[in-house]
């Protein structure tokens, strides 16, 4: 109790509202202060403690593209799908890509059909099912980030060690830094980026250290708390008021400078940068990961044939807008009606960290005005 304590005291919370208006001062509701979330899970809390309806007028929180799943294109979904219809093949995932529509189906649609699709908690259970099948292939999907990349490239380093020939990746993994530098050259003015916490305890809170030398945009890496948040925009703030762009950590339990060797390790030794496709954002060069030569037996892409019809995007869905900030959940002509977490028309909806859900759940009821951009 005394840890969860620390970050419900009132005193330190109503300090951090002060210093960020200070800090925010000369700036207002018309030309804001404008910081990004590029973490789902620090949507999640924004949305949840109320944290933009506490901040001054001069400073606005905008949601990026911080959700693996919201951030997958549905071709990739597509492909998962074909590959689940094989009659031989058992196909493992996360639980959030159970129910992420894809252009005519969905994992979740093509297990009801009868195809043998399994929600693991990781890759490492999957390749303990391929160990007990080994009669069958067994294909994760890998979706995500730096966060869980380190994990499926030991399974994969453990596939190739013990020699087991049915265990399959279909590789969606996707890196941070590429749509940040992507970003900080769009329509939108971002004075600073509240970077992710699980993300940067494994690449490091240098990785973006391009960000101020490059573009003059602040960075703190912020914890999942409400008051790390908020310590974090203060951190901000403060960065933007003094004109001093760099790179703090206010994570400092979790992140270090130069992050986790040994993940960073094991993700060069399994995996290849190569360009990836985003949902909203497009083909983002270097952005993806691939297996490298070394592990080619492994990729599912390759080792099976099927056919994918091209993709089609749910009529009306705009998913990548929001996931651009270019629009809140709300401007989107299906939230809430066509578009709910019982019946989704895009990922957004789906996941647990997804934008649109985080609206759903914790502000469509409150006043959301147009999003100045």
Known sequence: MKYIDEFRRKEPVQALLRSITDCSAGYSAEAPMTFMEVCGTHTMTIARSGIRAMLPPSVRLISGPGCPVCVTPNAFIDHAVELARRSDSIITTFGD??????????LSMERASGSDIRVVTSALDALDLAKKNSGRPV??????????????????????????????????HKTMPPPMDMLSRGSIAIHGYLCPGHVSAVIGADAYRFLPEKYGIACVVAGFEPLDILQSIAMLAK?????????EIAYTR??????????????????????????GLGVIPGSGLALSPTYAAFDAGARFSVTVPPPQEHKGCRCGDVLQATIIPSQCGLFGTVCTPASPAGPCMVSTEGT?????????????????V
Not at 239 to 247: C, L, M, Y
Not at 254 to 276: H, I, L, W
Not at 358 to 369: Q, S, V
């Open 239 to 247: 960065q933007v008021r003094e004109n001093r762009p760099g790179v």
């Open 254 to 279: 979790a992140v270090t400078r130069q992050g986790n060797y040994a993940a960073r390790a094991m993700m060069e030794k399994v995996f290849d940068p190569c360009d990836s496709e985003w949902r």
């Open 356 to 372: 649109c859900a985080a609206y759903y759940k914790y502000l469509r009821h409150r006043e959301a005005g147009p999003l100045p």
């Open 139 to 172: 294909v994760f999907l890998g979706v995500g980030f730096e966060t869980t990349a380190p994990t499926i490239a030991a399974s994969l380093y453990m596939a190739r060690q013990e020699h087991i020939s049915n265990f399959f990746v279909l590789s969606a």
């Open 97 to 106: 890509m159970m129910r992420v529509p894809g252009s005519r189906s969905s």
